[in-house]
């Protein structure tokens, strides 16, 4: 496992930016001395390989700052930025509650639907794979306003709107 004393000596990490730069050179077909470390992988997160082991960027940046690995999942308050301000450490069900909206949504608004049936908007905020909380109303307004309100009441700080 990667050490704080080895991970120092490697890479420089800059907290306000959340960008991580080489100190040193590992290898000589490797990235040269101040380059930036790290490339993107399919998920949209920053993975740097340090010692022929691969890390995310968040958990490095955890590492960095505190001088400890993270017991948990490491959160991202708003998309994928690695700035320390954007980190904190999460359950796996509050790094879930703070996910975007799905691509495929149409409503423009996270857990909002319209409910065709019965020609009324439907809001529901889910919790560890159920529904907890469902109601319909007749605007859409109305029905984004009191979806925020009971994602902050289940959801508390990770509760994500958009």
Known sequence: MLTLARLKEVIRYDAKRGTFTWRKRLNNNGPKIGGRAGTKTTWGYIGINIDGRRYFAHRLAWLYVTGEWPRREIDHRR??????????????????????RRRDNTSGAKGISYDRARGCWRAYVNKRGRQ??????????????ARRNAARRYHGEFARHS
Do not use: D, M
């Open 79 to 100: 998309g994928p930025s690695n700035r320390w301000r954007n980190l904190r450490e999460a359950t796996r069900a509050q790094n879930c509650h703070n996910t975007p």
């Open 132 to 145: 907890i909380w469902h109601h319909r109303f007749p605007s859409k307004r109305a029905a984004i306003a």
